[in-house]
T-cell receptor, first 111, second 113 residues
Framework: GQNIDQPTEMTATEGAIVQINCTYQTSGFNGLFWYQQHAGEAPTFLSYNVLDGLEEKGRFSSFLSRSKGYSYLLLKELQMKDSASYLCAVRGAGGSYIPTFGRGTSLIVHP | EAQVTQNPRYLITVTGKKLTVTCSQNMNHEYMSWYRQDPGLGLRQIYYSMNVEVTDKGDVPEGYKVSRKEKRNFPLILESPSPNQTSLYFC????????????FGEGSRLTVL
């Protein structure tokens, strides 16, 4: 099975940088995903990492270290609209290739 | 517009009264899935389907049924709802064997009294 751990809640200031960590233990590994979910809305896809390193997409970047079972989502130049829950999901190898979601990190951005 | 559509969006029902939440996608995805989301527990998978007529249990299948008779539709059936099934439900579709990106419906908030 898979075990995914991420902080429950984080706060940050508008314009700042925040890093949301995700650690995982999984039997096999076949990709890590980050999703954003605003309150009461559907999750939306942010990023996908399958190899070690940093993937940058505008203000958002995602990093993966497979040997450490570790990923982070980096949000730069924070805006109020970035207040949301950020879900880390891991896909194991073999079987159904279905990703398992962590419990999510609620990010609060204040002025 | 590419989308996943769920109905109803909101429903209040009583214990034991059978209900169905419909899910339809127009992206020709083979994979579809149902999740429930509860405070502090995150997204938990109920059932998923890799293709027409192929369904499998997720992590929390008890009390639910699904069917996949057509590629675009994946209804979730609660034969005898109970209060512990009060939750926010999401349907999703995508290509799990490729990038793994999932497209979610807007959610169905179900309350069982």
């Amino acid at each position: 099975g898979q075990n995914i751990d991420q902080p429950t809640e984080m706060t940050a200031t508008e314009g700042a940088i925040v890093q949301i960590n995700c650690t995982y233990q999984t039997s096999g590994f076949n990709g890590l995903f980050w999703y954003q979910q605003h309150a009461g809305e559907a999750p939306t896809f942010l990023s996908y990492n399958v190899l070690d390193g940093l993937e940058e997409k505008g203000r958002f970047s995602s990093f993966l270290s497979r040997s450490k079972g570790y990923s982070y989502l980096l949000l730069k130049e924070l805006q109020m609209k970035d207040s949301a829950s950020y879900l880390c999901a891991v896909r194991g190898a073999g079987g159904s290739y279905i990703p398992t979601f962590g419990r999510g990190t609620s990010l609060i951005v204040h002025p | 517009e590419a989308q996943v559509t769920q109905n109803p969006r909101y429903l209040i029902t009583v214990t034991g009264k059978k209900l169905t939440v419909t899910c339809s996608q127009n992206m020709n995805h083979e994979y579809m899935s149902w999740y429930r989301q509860d405070p502090g527990l995150g997204l938990r998978q109920i059932y998923y389907s890799m293709n027409v007529e192929v369904t499998d249990k997720g992590d929390v299948p008890e009390g639910y049924k699904v069917s996949r008779k057509e590629k675009r539709n994946f209804p979730l059936i609660l034969e005898s709802p109970s209060p512990n099934q009060t939750s926010l439900y999401f349907c999703a579709s995508g290509y799990p064997l490729d990038t793994g990106e999932l497209f979610f419906g807007e959610g169905s908030r179900l309350t069982v009294l």
